[in-house]
């Protein structure tokens, strides 16, 4: 299971909950700090998503509106 956790304050509050995670991450494997900077997508990730672009612009009419696919979803 993955909880992501956006902490986007720079006030010293923040910083201290920051060093405190960073803090335990150095104790428990299972816990990882990643600043978003950090975070690059594969080569795989990049071409896969250069592919579906593309075929968004040569069919932009093939999509669907966000709106059907989260009813959708939700009544899954």
């Not at 299972?30 to 071409?47: M, S």
């Amino acid at each position: 299971m993955i909880y992501t956790f956006q902490i986007s304050d720079v006030s010293a509050q923040s910083q201290s909950i920051i060093n405190m995670l960073l803090s335990l991450s150095k104790d428990y494997d299972f816990l990882k700090v990643v600043e978003d900077e950090e975070i690059e997508l594969t080569p795989e990730q990049e071409k896969e998503l250069d592919r579906r672009y593309e075929n968004f612009l040569k069919n932009p009419r093939n999509g669907k509106p966000w709106s059907d696919l989260k009813q959708r979803l939700l009544k899954a």
